[in-house]
């Protein structure tokens, strides 16, 4: 280990930062945070360090840096661009057995800035040891990822409640087990949903009654996405790693179930036409016994869960039964599969309203509003279509819709293997068979399907595009 981490306590410490442009302005910032006094020595201050200095009553001593500088002060940042001054600044705070740093030249500094993670009270620090910067602040964007802003909240509410816990279990071993309890349990879950005066509640409550630690479980209703893990969001990744139990769909990919808790008990509840794992009203039935017996129940389903999810018809049953839950939208099929596949749903061009519907069968009919569907400037998307093809095209086009209207089919969008085949409203049952296209697909119709030519080398990612070929295993022209 290169440096000993450590966490300074900087409040009203008078800091020296010798330095005014732009480097220099990034410590002064954190130094300001932290609670130091700064006295900033430089010939000269850029704009923004200028305005920090006013702001923040600085000292400012507009002049070169000489050794007298040091009087006074408790820690000290050298941040120019003059190698000899860095020097001297580092040489002159050693000999007086001050704490220094010199930026991006750690063989100059006794310490060093780590990347950070400001969750205040709760800070994390991540170094390199100053070898590579850079890798230090890509692990820190990871983390800040997966740790939410309202784990501050959560360690300040534990802050309130240390000496009453200290009182109630005189021994160590089960303090920990209560704050295990706590951080790991629904208490936790509140503070992350912002109901802090609940949190506070059922705390107060727990150390009222230490029998309470058999509490009645919750359930998170979280939408899974469309496919591509990189698409789930930072609150179901959170949740998909505490949950107990796991209930996933079929449209769930198996790479985003892999993610979940590795000792949570998984259950395949998924539908398919006519073949049904579990009834709708078992999966309902199951997610409260789960929840009565104590058990963080994740119900992870594709797509959005209040989008032909069926999660309204769960949540009654929770709500009847007084049972806790959580609701964690996700990117529905139709918005993940159409960026994927090149296709804007809207364009102030070709369609300014868009309409997603379900192709489900229910009693072997397809009961749309068939007369609302037709208009030019109009994008439909069809979820579950592919069973009642036929009978969407031949309502389509009797009720006005163009026979060569632009068409898409977007099968396993987001994923690897997505194909998306282009054709037009009279061709597309015949596409179905012949391309032998299988679910879970999306059917996309509208104008805007022609912009797929276009669009299509972006896979929704900031980073590489994907030529087109690339992206679609199969693109005909009809």
Same mark, same amino acid.
């Given at each position: 280990?290169?440096?000993?981490?450590?966490?300074? %306590?900087?409040?009203?410490?008078?800091?020296?930062?010798?330095?005014? $442009?732009?480097?220099? #302005?990034?410590?002064?910032?954190?130094?300001?945070?932290?609670?130091?006094?700064?006295?900033?020595?430089?010939?000269?201050?850029?704009?923004?360090?200028?305005?920090?200095?006013?702001?923040?009553?600085?000292?400012?001593?507009?002049?070169?840096?000489?050794?007298?500088? =040091?009087?006074? *002060?408790?820690?000290?940042?050298? $941040?120019?661009?003059?190698?000899?001054? %860095?020097?001297?600044?580092?040489?002159?705070?050693?000999?007086?057995?001050?704490? *220094? %740093?010199? *930026?991006?030249?750690?063989?100059?500094?006794?310490?060093?800035?780590?990347?950070?993670?400001?969750?205040?009270?709760?800070?994390?620090?991540?170094?390199?040891?100053?070898?590579?910067?850079?890798?230090?602040?890509?692990?820190?964007?990871?983390?800040?990822?997966?740790? !939410?802003?309202?784990?501050?909240?959560?360690?300040? =509410?534990?802050?309130?409640?240390?000496?009453?816990?200290?009182?109630?279990? /005189?021994?160590?071993?089960?303090?920990?087990?209560?704050?295990?309890?706590?951080?790991?349990?629904?208490?936790?879950?509140?503070?992350?949903?912002?109901?802090?005066?609940?949190?506070?509640?059922?705390?107060?409550?727990?150390?009222?009654?230490?029998?309470?630690?058999?509490?009645?479980?919750?359930?998170?209703?979280? $939408?899974? &996405?469309?496919?591509?893990?990189?698409?789930? @969001?930072?609150?179901?990744?959170?949740?998909?790693?505490?949950?107990?139990?796991?209930?996933?769909?079929?449209?769930?990919?198996?790479?985003?179930?892999?993610?979940?808790?590795?000792?949570?008990?998984?259950?395949?509840?998924?539908?398919?036409?006519?073949?049904?794992?579990? !009834?709708?009203?078992?999966?309902? #039935?199951?997610?409260?016994?789960?929840?009565?017996?104590?058990?963080?129940?994740?119900?992870?389903?594709?797509?959005? !869960?209040?989008?032909?999810?069926?999660?309204?018809?769960?949540?009654?049953?929770?709500?009847?039964?007084?049972?806790?839950?959580?609701?964690?939208?996700?990117?529905?099929?139709?918005?993940?599969?159409?960026?994927?596949? /090149?296709?804007?749903?809207? #364009?102030?061009?070709?369609?300014?309203?868009?309409?997603?519907? @379900?192709?489900?069968?229910?009693?072997?009919?397809?009961?749309?509003?068939?007369?609302?569907?037709?208009?030019?400037?109009? @994008?439909?998307?069809?979820?579950?279509?592919?069973?009642?093809?036929?009978?969407?095209?031949?309502?389509?086009?009797? #009720?006005?819709?163009?026979?060569?209207?632009?068409?898409?089919?977007?099968?396993? &969008?987001?994923?690897?293997?997505?194909?998306?085949?282009?054709?037009?409203?009279?061709?597309?049952?015949?596409?179905?068979?012949?391309?032998?296209?299988?679910?879970?697909?999306?059917?996309?119709?509208?104008?805007?399907?022609?912009?797929?030519?276009?669009?299509?080398?972006?896979?929704?990612?900031?980073?590489?595009?994907?030529?087109?070929?690339?992206?679609?295993?199969?693109?005909?022209?009809?």
């Amino acid at each position: 280990m290169e440096f000993l981490p450590i966490f300074y %306590n900087l409040k009203n410490q008078l800091c020296l930062l010798v330095g005014g $442009g732009e480097v220099a #302005h990034r410590k002064a910032s954190l130094l300001v945070r932290a609670g130091g006094r700064l006295r900033v020595v430089s010939p000269e201050l850029g704009e923004e360090m200028a305005l920090l200095v006013k702001q923040n009553g600085c000292e400012y001593r507009a002049k070169n840096y000489s050794v007298d500088d =040091l009087d006074g *002060v408790g820690l000290v940042i050298a $941040g120019t661009d003059n190698v000899q001054v %860095n020097i001297h600044v580092s040489e002159d705070a050693r000999q007086r057995g001050l704490p *220094v %740093n010199v *930026v991006d030249q750690p063989h100059l500094s006794s310490f060093i800035f780590p990347a950070i993670i400001d969750r205040s009270p709760l800070v994390i620090a991540v170094s390199s040891s100053g070898e590579s910067p850079v890798l230090a602040r890509l692990l820190r964007a990871r983390l800040e990822s997966l740790i !939410p802003g309202t784990y501050g909240n959560l360690a300040k =509410l534990v802050g309130r409640f240390r000496d009453q816990v200290k009182t109630r279990f /005189g021994k160590i071993n089960q303090r920990r087990a209560f704050w295990e309890s706590v951080l790991q349990g629904p208490i936790a879950e509140m503070v992350f949903a912002g109901k802090n005066e609940l949190a506070e509640t059922m705390l107060k409550k727990l150390l009222d009654d230490t029998s309470t630690s058999e509490y009645t479980g919750e359930v998170y209703l979280v $939408g899974a &996405g469309p496919g591509d893990p990189d698409l789930l @969001t930072f609150r179901a990744l959170r949740l998909m790693q505490q949950a107990d139990v796991v209930l996933y769909d079929r449209l769930v990919s198996p790479q985003i179930v892999d993610m979940c808790r590795r000792d949570a008990n998984r259950i395949n509840v998924g539908k398919a036409n006519k073949k049904h794992t579990l !009834p709708q009203e078992e999966i309902n #039935h199951m997610l409260v016994r789960l929840a009565k017996k104590g058990k963080r129940v994740l119900r992870l389903k594709g797509g959005d !869960p209040f989008i032909f999810g069926r999660g309204g018809e769960e949540l009654d049953q929770l709500m009847e039964q007084q049972i806790p839950f959580q609701v964690v939208p996700g990117i529905t099929a139709a918005s993940g599969c159409a960026a994927y596949a /090149g296709i804007p749903l809207t #364009h102030r061009d070709y369609a300014q309203s868009v309409r997603f519907l @379900t192709g489900h069968l229910k009693n072997n009919t397809c009961d749309l509003p068939w007369d609302e569907l037709i208009h030019k400037n109009q @994008t439909l998307v069809i979820y579950m279509g592919l069973i009642s093809i036929n009978l969407i095209c031949e309502n389509l086009i009797a #009720h006005g819709m163009p026979v060569n209207t632009h068409v898409a089919l977007v099968e396993r &969008g987001t994923l690897p293997e997505q194909r998306v085949i282009i054709g037009n409203l009279g061709s597309l049952p015949t596409l179905v068979e012949q391309k032998n296209v299988k679910p879970p697909s999306l059917v996309i119709i509208g104008e805007v399907v022609q912009l797929h030519d276009q669009l299509a080398w972006f896979k929704g990612s900031s980073t590489s595009p994907v030529l087109p070929g690339k992206l679609n295993n199969e693109c005909p022209k009809i």
